[in-house]
């Protein structure tokens, strides 16, 4: 029972511009939400995360926005850069000391 | 500061086999949760284990255990290897006493059985 999907499994962007990467939850009891990068071979880093309180978080070029209502969460990179290329994880936690992930958006920044 | 250290790196085994792999968190982080990846999936929470105790574990058959020393370094073992269990297992620390705040990953272990 997947309860975080990631729909998109890839997305292009030009460098410079927008990357936009959604995640959707079915789960009502996750309260804190996180996104991780990972490159081949290497573990996930983690970005940036929001609690259920808020609606936005900012954190250099990242922000991630919270709709609880949707049950909606997206990561907005600005700008994009090559080095920005790699798997995108979104992950959601309900305080029961696990990480629930999503299948992954992988995202290549073309120069 | 050192980051989550998993060893080993890479691992070949036959099925029926069994295998240990073991994480050392970053220091001061005393919970310690393991994950699976395999192709095409994201990552399936295995167990996490805090001051030496199993708070919580995942749809796994009992052929996966783990456990955690009083240093917080964890080892997850599994037995009778099947060619399904081929994966890259991760491990991940955080400060985390109650629910989750972020966990820092180690650079995982690749498991291949053949």
């Known amino acids: 029972d997947q309860q975080v999907k990631q729909n998109s499994p890839s997305l292009s962007v030009q460098e410079g511009r927008i990357s936009i990467l959604n995640c959707d939850y079915t789960?009502?009891?996750?309260?804190?939400f996180l996104w991780y990068k990972k490159y081949p071979a290497e573990g996930p880093t983690f970005l940036i995360s929001?609690?259920?309180?808020?609606d936005k978080n900012e954190d250099g070029r990242f922000t991630v926005f919270l709709n609880k209502s949707a049950k909606h969460l997206s990561l907005h990179i600005v700008p994009s850069q090559p080095g920005d290329s790699a798997v995108y994880f979104c992950a959601a936690s309900a305080g029961d000391y696990k990480l629930s992930f999503g299948a992954g958006t992988t995202v290549t920044v073309r120069a | 500061k050192a980051g989550v250290t998993q060893t080993p790196r890479y691992l070949i085994k036959t099925r029926g086999q069994q295998v240990t792999l073991s994480c050392s968190p970053i220091s001061g982080h005393r919970s310690v949760s393991w994950y699976q990846q395999t192709p095409g999936q994201g990552l399936q929470f295995l167990f996490e284990y805090f001051s030496e105790t199993q708070r919580n574990k995942g749809n796994f058959p009992g052929r996966f255990s783990g456990r955690q020393f009083s240093n917080s370094r964890s080892e997850m073992n599994v037995s009778t290897l099947e060619l399904g269990d081929s994966a890259l297992y991760l491990c991940a620390s955080s400060l985390a006493s109650g629910g989750v705040t972020e966990a820092f990953f180690g650079q995982g272990t690749r498991l291949t059985v053949v």
């Open positions: 789960n009502s009891m996750f309260d804190y």
């Open positions: 929001i609690s259920s309180i808020k």
